[in-house]
């Protein structure tokens, strides 16, 4: 299974303002599917149409994960705005992919 793009911009060169995030995954199976299920709900619903999502198998693309320093799947990466952040294993935890992702309002 090729890494695939999914966006709402045919491109993801274009990130000027968007959330950019790369899904790593290890193989079709049930875990990829739940956590692609988890992601893409996520993003619909925290992120309306404002991010760019990546899904890459490293099974078929071993040098993008060790290029990331991905040793474990699923793995979350958030590419973009900086700072890089990653989220490994459990990606059902609404909560903590909105505290972890999620750029947080400055106090004023």
């Known amino acids: 299974m090729p890494s695939s793009l999914i966006s709402q911009d045919e491109t993801i060169s274009n990130r000027d303002g968007r959330i950019v995030l790369r899904l790593f995954v290890a193989g079709e199976t049930s875990t990829y599917r739940r956590a692609v299920r988890y992601v893409k709900a996520f993003c619909k619903e ?12 490293i099974i078929d693309s071993p040098e993008v994960a060790e290029e990331m320093h991905i040793l474990a799947t699923p793995a979350l990466v958030k590419v973009s705005p900086e700072p890089m952040q990653r989220i490994c294993g459990d990606l059902s935890d609404r909560e903590r992919l909105v505290t ?3 750029p947080q309002p400055r106090p004023k």
Do not use: H, M, P, Q
């Open 46 to 57: 925290e992120l309306d149409a404002n991010y760019e999502l990546e899904i890459v198998d």
């Open 100 to 102: 972890e992702l999620l």
